[in-house]
């Protein structure tokens, strides 16, 4: 089996190479990556000297280069991580989300169509479904939850949801779309919430909130992602939608304690400033149907998964280190200089 795997020098698409080639030895991973900031060459390598692994630095909206890969390699399935990924640059600046996250969503779907595929399948958010309110512990997102979108990050992910469907009922593309919570693990770049709070105790530095803290999110350590992604390419039924979460809510301030007393530090660091516009309030997924169809559970428990995570940020300070100093350190001060 042959698989593309786009955006994988970044977070996830990173852990699902390294997921699927300890997993099936007579699997080859093709990464297609564009080595944004938020590509990583180092996550990947132990790797990349592996006869199963090849890489292509190309930009997904590329429509030539991607169809030249397409015709070297002819893979078997597509499994698209590539994407802008933080909300707070989606509000920045709004375009190149649509760019890379709709058009290059477009290329990859015209080149399944014109080259032929066993399997697409799109990697997408929970945010698609916008928030739920604080006071309906009782609601979760479904598959059939309407799509109400808040971010520009997330009016991209819907939109691109929506041409993997059209696709999927027009040119007959077998595709399959996920829908995962909040990830969190190795190799995730630290201006996301949990990676920039170990690293800023770690340097003592403030640990910036937004709002009052008590936004909630539905975290699921990364490994678990990948094996549903996994189940969802070998077993999924084409045309469908699955979403992926642990039922690990937490609100945003019980993370940050959390790991500012697994570090050891005070909670004096805590400095709570201006709220991210259009913040959504609370994330949480119902995962019965990926349950029920493919036997899907998570294995690792927030409580767990936390833990090896700051261990993993102890043990691999090189990796962090490397990218909070470059333009990183320009990103924090025109994003936390005077929030
Ligand atoms: P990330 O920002 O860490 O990595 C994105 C990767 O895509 C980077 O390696 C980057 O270089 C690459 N990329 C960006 N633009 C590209 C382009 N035009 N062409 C080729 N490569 C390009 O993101 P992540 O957190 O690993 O998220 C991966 C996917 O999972 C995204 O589609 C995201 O929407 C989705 N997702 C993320 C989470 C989460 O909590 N991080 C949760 C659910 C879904
Ligand atoms: P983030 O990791 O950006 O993920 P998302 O917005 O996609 O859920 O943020 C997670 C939550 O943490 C979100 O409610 C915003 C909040 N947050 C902070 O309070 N401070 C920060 O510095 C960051 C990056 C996020």
């Given at each position: 089996m042959k698989i593309v795997v786009t955006?994988?020098?970044?977070f996830i698409g990173g852990n699902f190479v390294h997921y699927i080639l300890k997993k099936y030895n007579d699997y080859k991973i093709i990464c297609v990556d564009a080595l944004t900031y938020a590509g990583n060459m180092e996550t990947l390598a132990s790797v990349k000297?592996?006869?199963n692994f090849n890489f292509y630095k190309i930009d997904i909206a590329d429509r030539e280069a991607v169809y030249e890969m397409f015709e070297k390699e002819n893979p078997d399935i597509i499994v698209n991580f590539a994407a802008e990924s933080h909300v707070d640059r989606s509000i920045e600046n709004p375009e190149i989300f649509l760019k890379t996250n709709v058009i290059g969503t477009q290329v990859l779907l015209d080149a399944c169509r014109k080259y032929g595929i066993k399997r697409y399948h799109q990697v997408s958010?929970?945010?698609?479904y916008g928030d739920l309110p604080l006071d309906r512990p009782d609601l979760f997102f479904t598959e059939e939850t309407p799509l109400h979108t808040s971010s520009p990050y997330s009016a991209s992910k819907a939109s691109a949801d929506l041409l993997v469907g059209a696709y999927y009922r027009t040119f007959n593309v077998p595709s399959t779309i996920s829908r995962c919570s909040n990830n969190y693990g190795p190799?995730?770049?630290?201006?996301?919430l949990i990676p920039l709070m170990i690293a800023n105790v770690l340097n003592d530095k403030e640990l910036p909130v937004y709002g009052s803290g008590e936004n909630v999110r539905d975290w699921l350590y990364v490994e678990d992602h990948c094996s549903a992604i996994d189940l969802i390419i070998h077993n999924g039924k084409v045309g469908e939608v699955y979403n992926i979460g642990g039922h690990n809510e937490r609100t945003n301030l019980e993370v940050v304690k959390t790991i500012i007393h697994e570090l050891g530090?005070?909670?004096?660091l805590i400095k709570y400033v201006g709220d991210r516009k259009g913040h959504d309030m609370r994330y949480a997924i119902d995962p019965t149907k990926i349950h029920s169809e493919l036997g899907w559970l998570p294995t690792t428990t927030f409580d767990e998964g936390i833990k090896k995570t700051i261990k993993w940020y102890l043990d691999n300070k090189s990796w962090w280190e490397n990218i909070i100093s470059g333009e990183y350190a320009s990103y924090y001060e025109k994003m936390y200089g005077s929030r």
């Open positions: 955006g994988g020098a970044g000297d592996n006869s958010t929970d945010e698609v190799y995730h770049f630290p201006e996301k530090k005070s909670e004096e």
